[in-house]
């Protein structure tokens, strides 16, 4: 296809999209993703899955520490993209997504307008949603608002977590995007602005999660907390705190498991037959993967088996 397309992306869940682009013919004439950066003990560089998928296929290829950056605005007009994609990348500036003649679309984790924001996978999950997908819309000034251009939906499994739904609107992603590109260089979509589709009033966003907001709260009922882990996991990870020998120590809960036991008090961290039940405010929660501060993660027998833990209240310290 003869479109010139500007791909902007990082991680892995943007790879997904610039290899269905290439398998696909489209014609990908730049690439712009996040400088390289030092990781590990060794501080070795470190290339972002974009850039090396961008290598990997000899793409022109742009990474500004500054999107307003002059210079790098003048290389990117240099590309002469007639559209740019955005997938997973960090917030453009109004001289950016608006330089190609077709503007700039964005493929995000969700059915818009709900879960606008960072971690639309994540939340999803945890309000224990049914139902989520992958839109693809027009950028404008207000984030995760502009027109939409084709959504794909896809069911959220009762025991599904936020990493297994995470790869498949990856891939369905993918999907969407060529579908959408193909669409739009035929004129044959006609974009959906947002406020047809809901009430602002109705909308639930999906904020950033920084470390505090993965605390559980027990006070919660156990079909609450069962989403929240989830929606954790794998990453960032539910956490609680208990003691062992006096000392308090992170616990990072993976997985869980609901149970009919009644539950007694709120917070009460109870160990029967080599197993860990915690009180929420209606019933019982089965620990079925743990990972306590300085161990690797592991099942509740295992870590009890060179583990002093007692029944304690999770809520009291």
């Not at 069962?226 to 809960?253: C, E, S, W």
């Amino acid at each position: 296809m003869s479109n010139r397309i500007v791909f902007l992306g990082t991680p892995d869940f943007a790879v997904a999209s610039l290899e269905a682009l290439i398998e696909n013919n489209f014609n990908v004439v730049g690439v712009v993703t996040m400088p390289d950066k030092k990781a590990g003990r060794g501080h070795k560089i470190q290339y972002s899955p974009v850039k090396e998928c961008a290598l990997k296929h000899d793409l022109p290829l742009l990474q500004p520490t500054n999107l307003k950056d002059a210079d790098f605005q003048a290389e990117l007009a240099a590309l002469k993209a007639d559209i740019q994609v955005v997938v997973a990348f960090r917030m453009l500036p109004e001289a950016v997504w608006a330089m190609p003649p077709m503007g700039t679309i964005n493929v995000h984790g969700s059915l818009l307008p709900n879960y606008r924001g960072a971690a639309p996978v994540n939340w999803a999950v945890i309000n224990g949603e049914e139902e989520t997908g992958v839109t693809t819309f027009q950028l404008k000034h207000e984030i995760d608002t502009g027109a939409i251009l084709k959504q794909k939906k896809t069911p959220i499994t009762p025991e599904e977590t936020a990493g297994s739904v995470y790869v498949r609107l990856m891939n369905l992603g993918a999907e969407l995007l060529v579908e959408t590109l193909t669409g739009l260089f035929d004129s044959t979509i006609e974009p959906i602005p947002q406020n047809q589709l809901m009430d602002e009033a109705d909308i639930k966003h999906a904020p950033k999660i920084f470390k505090p907001d993965c605390a559980i709260n027990w006070n919660q009922s156990a079909e609450r907390i069962f989403n929240f882990i989830r929606g954790m996991a794998p990453f960032p990870g539910a956490y609680t705190h208990v003691k062992v020998q006096d000392k308090k120590l992170l616990l990072k809960v993976k997985s869980s498991e609901l149970t009919e036991n009644p539950s007694n008090e709120a917070g009460l961290l109870e160990i029967k037959d080599k197993s860990i039940f915690v009180h929420t405010n209606d019933f019982q929660l089965k620990l079925t993967d743990v990972q306590l501060e300085g161990k690797r993660a592991m099942a509740p027998a295992d870590l009890l088996n060179g583990t002093p833990l007692e029944n304690q209240n999770l809520i009291s310290f």
